[in-house]
């Protein structure tokens, strides 16, 4: 089974940047579509981002799009969320997840706090 570290998360002024990682460790980490998550106080996990095994499909949640990126590098077994003109709404805690294809996510991270402040 896949294992998961985030790291990468902190303290931030509206509209800085931070990139998180996500470093995978046991099973074949090619094989699994990794997926950016995150929960607000008080709110309901939401996605983020999503990316194929591939690296070659990212998806989006409408209220990331065009400031955050996702990406992988399977060589390095780590996938990053490159996050630029954040809001105070992105402050929460930031969770990966590993899917086997056609599996829900149920590989899971510890999660790292974001923080941005106004």
């Known amino acids: 089974q896949v294992q998961l570290v985030e790291s990468g998360g902190g303290l931030v002024q509206a509209g800085g940047s931070l990139r998180l990682s996500c470093a995978a460790s046991?099973?074949?980490?090619?094989?699994?579509?990794i997926g950016w998550f995150r929960r607000a106080p008080g709110s309901d996990r939401e996605s983020v981002a999503i990316?194929?095994?591939?690296?070659?499909?990212?998806d989006y949640a409408d209220s990331v799009k065009g400031r955050f990126t996702i990406y992988r590098d399977n060589a390095k077994n780590t996938v990053y969320l490159q996050m630029n003109i954040l809001k105070p709404e992105d402050t929460a805690v930031y969770y990966c997840?590993?899917?086997?294809?056609?599996?829900?996510?149920?590989?899971w991270g510890q999660g790292t706090q974001v923080t941005v402040s106004s």
């Open positions: 997840a590993a899917a086997l294809y056609g599996y829900s996510f149920n590989f």
């Open positions: 046991g099973g074949t980490f090619s094989n699994y579509r």
């Open positions: 990316i194929s095994q591939s690296g070659g499909t990212q």
